[in-house]
């Protein structure tokens, strides 16, 4: 359907940027590698730390906290895997709200896994998480915390400064998957409490294959890729200087494109339709503070299979939740740990959108939405037996 497509799955892949396809497009055509002393090597290096620049100045971070990754689940496996390998931790405590990257490194990590609940809404329950790390601190065994600042999936803030204080009074580590909140929510790493947190790149107008882990200096340690000694020693690999540069102009651009007032009036405009189509529409975390970048959604009775076809069929591209899963349409752990039942879950369907979304995309989906519910309800009369007739 070529241009007459709406795309609302930024969630999962954001629009490159333009500045930014332009600035990895000149590299593209450079030669060497950043490692290297001569000419061509030394222009390369120079790239990647103007990039590292702008990425840590969008995070509030020092420049030299930033370690280049292939992506954000390398940056995450690295410091939960790192954090166990090198860092002496024995015990992860994490939620079931967390990314799929997060689950799966701390389930290959060696260490031992505790899960912090969460509220009918999706919020960490920050008092249990209190009372879980008191009560690990009698075994005097290092701990790693590890939370999401923005839920990829229902878009909910996680209270994250007062998890960090809370973590802070243990001594304990703390990483924050920061992929969802980073170009979109205002940042201070280097202040802040977190030890680690991972960004990426195709989130906020950089391109796929790029990503980074910020890393306070007493988390140097925690390292997974040996090599030859790229990134101060700390992942190895050469570089994908174009990527990085993309990523460096991502994120010096990213507060001229990502209107965030402009994104929630979009997203409560759409959920305004969501509830004029039928009333008894479900939208996950709407009690909780949410980031206005996404909608999490279930109309009772439609499979996110169904639906997902039926939209993009109609030229709408949206999602059932989280991207890595091999595409794959299932029912969400996210909504599990909240309490949705697995029958509405797999009702669930994601609309999230981004910087160059616009209202008339929202009434598309709105529009091919509402053909969608007619039908199931037509469906169901004509299931409906007539009562005395014959």
């Known amino acids: 359907m070529g241009n007459s497509r709406v795309y609302l799955d930024h969630n999962a892949s954001g629009v490159l940027l333009e500045e930014a396809r332009q600035v990895m497009t000149g590299v593209m055509e450079m030669v060497g590698n950043p490692s290297s002393i001569h000419g061509e090597g ?3 290096a120079n790239i990647i730390e103007k990039a590292r620049s702008q990425v840590a100045d969008l995070a509030g971070a020092e420049r030299s906290q930033v370690v280049f990754c292939g992506s954000a689940s390398e940056a995450i496996t690295q410091g939960i895997v790192g954090s166990v390998n090198h860092l002496g931790v024995e015990k992860i405590f994490l939620s079931r709200g967390e990314h799929k990257s997060v689950i799966g490194a701390a389930e ?3 260490a031992d896994l505790e899960y912090v609940p969460l509220d009918k809404d999706g919020v960490i329950d920050v008092g249990e998480l209190e009372r879980m790390l008191a009560e690990h601190r009698r075994f005097r065994s290092r701990a790693l915390v590890c939370v999401h600042l923005v839920n990829g999936e229902t878009g909910v803030i ?4 007062e998890i960090e204080r809370t973590v802070a009074g ?9 992929v969802q909140a980073y170009g979109k929510l205002p940042m201070k790493f280097a202040t802040a409490g977190a030890d680690m947190m991972a960004i990426s790149a195709h989130k906020m107008g950089g391109a796929a294959g790029v990503g980074a882990l910020l890393m306070k200096e007493h988390c140097n340690g925690a390292r997974i890729i040996p090599g030859g000694g790229q990134e101060m020693g700390r992942r190895g690999g050469t570089l994908a200087t174009m990527l990085v540069a993309g990523f460096g102009e991502a994120a010096a651009q990213a507060w001229r494109h990502f209107d965030i007032g402009k994104l929630k009036g979009l997203i409560e405009y759409f959920e305004d339709g969501l509830l ?3 009333g008894n529409v479900q939208i996950f975390g709407r009690g909780a503070n949410r980031i206005g970048t996404v909608s999490y ?5 439609i499979g996110n299979e169904t639906a997902l076809i039926s939209l993009d069929l109609e030229g709408i591209a949206v999602s059932s939740g989280s991207a890595c899963s091999s595409g794959k349409v299932s029912a969400s752990p996210v909504l599990e740990a909240m309490g949705v039942s697995g029958e509405l879950a797999r009702c669930a369907i994601r609309v ?3 910087w160059n979304s616009t209202r008339h995309d929202m009434e598309m989906a709105l529009a091919a939405l509402g053909r969608l519910v007619a039908r199931h309800r037509k469906e169901n009369q004509m299931k ?3 009562i005395g007739r014959s």
């Open 158 to 161: 996680q209270p994250i400064e």
């Open 297 to 301: 959604f279930a109309f009772e009775g």
């Open 384 to 386: 409906t037996p007539q």
């Open 276 to 278: 004029q189509i039928d």
């Open 352 to 354: 999230s959108v981004g």
């Open 108 to 110: 290959i990590s060696g």
């Open 170 to 178: 243990t001594g304990y580590l703390m990483l924050v998957d920061g």
């Open 42 to 44: 030394r222009a390369l």
